[in-house]
């Protein structure tokens, strides 16, 4: 297992977002969390990634308790994710974002420049490397953000949302590259809310509703699960 989820709970004040939530992420798969709106999906991210603290419950990476240790420890670990809302360095160039991943483990700057070009190259986007982030649109800045979180050099990584709110061709080229990090070795964990997309990216699929599991499967299982279709159309799902 690479990553393993125990009862986890968080509350914000009176209001539970995760309910004594249990998951296991599989090495060498796309795994994805969908569901509705403000089903606890990023809150979950984030105390996965040490962002926020769980009232309760565990996580494990690679079979090490991870569950109060701070996100730079955990990103050395080999956990990378990117985030729902850009979090990006708006004033710097698409190179400098992507190199600023490499310093968790290092501040000389030539030693990581292989690396980032390598990088660049995957996501086709070296010949805008000197370009202002702040300025691109939003498919390259989310490919930047997906850029600086592979120069953690991660064997995990997390996407929140980085399938979604494209032009369908633009959401057909990160499912591209979803496969293709597949492909590299790494294992990714992702959250979307566009059922087309995760449906052909997915081996396997969790559905969270209103903080609580109430399926998990294959895209093929998920499709035709009762359950799941209920809460998607009381939710008004697009698809
Ligand atoms: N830091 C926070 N403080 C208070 N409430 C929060 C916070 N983060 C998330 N929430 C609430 O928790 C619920 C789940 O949010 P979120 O995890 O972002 O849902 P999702 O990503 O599934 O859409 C929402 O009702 C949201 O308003
Ligand atoms: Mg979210």
Known sequence: MMLEIKNVSKSFGG??????????????????????NGAGKTTLFNVITGVIPADSGEVLFLGENITRMPVHKICRLGMARTYQRRNLFPNLTVYENVIAGTFKDTTSLKTREGQVEEILDLLELTDKADAIVSRLPPLDMKLVELGRSLATSPKLILLDELIGGLLSSETEKICDIVETLQREGYTIFQIGHEMRPIMRTSDHICVLDRGRLIARGSPDEIRSNEVVLDVYLEAGGDE
């Open 15 to 36: 209001l539970k977002v995760l309910e004594n939530l249990s998951l296991t992420v599989e090495e060498g798969l796309v795994s994805s969390l969908i569901g509705p």
